[in-house]
């Protein structure tokens, strides 16, 4: 499986962007796809995750973002979007997309490279 992370830049604050997670393997052999974030000399942290439900799916946030980030999914692009608003220059980190496909032999994990996400002040 390969992930492709897109939308990173150099913003403002207060201002919006949108990150784009192509998947290169169907959405629906995916336990769920998150977005994580690295900031200068921190660890990597989870930022937001989507997992996929055989009616719902269910969404889970960092305290950090919640209210101001969203993530969703379009099944006919096979692509997961995380839309971020009233950006802080504390939320500038490199982000990465992150997939779990379930398999019969077991479940695995798939990395994207990342994205840069600058927040001026």
């Known amino acids: 499986v390969q992930l492709q992370a897109s939308g990173g830049g150099l913003v403002q604050a207060g201002g919006s962007l949108r990150l784009s997670c192509v998947v290169s393997?169907?959405?629906?052999?995916?336990?769920?796809v998150g977005w994580h974030r690295q900031g200068p000399g921190n660890q990597r942290e989870l930022v937001a995750r989507?997992?996929?439900?055989?009616?719902?799916?269910?969404?889970n946030y960092a305290d950090s973002v919640k209210g101001r980030f969203a993530i969703s999914r379009d099944m006919a692009k096979n692509t997961v979007y995380l839309q971020m608003n009233s950006l802080k220059p504390e939320d500038t980190a490199v982000y990465y997309c992150n997939a779990q496909q379930r398999l019969f032999s077991g479940e695995y994990d798939y990395w994207g490279q990342g994205t840069q996400v600058t927040v001026s002040s």
């Open positions: 393997a169907s959405i629906h052999s995916l336990n769920h």
């Open positions: 989507i997992t996929f439900g055989a009616r719902r799916d269910s969404t």
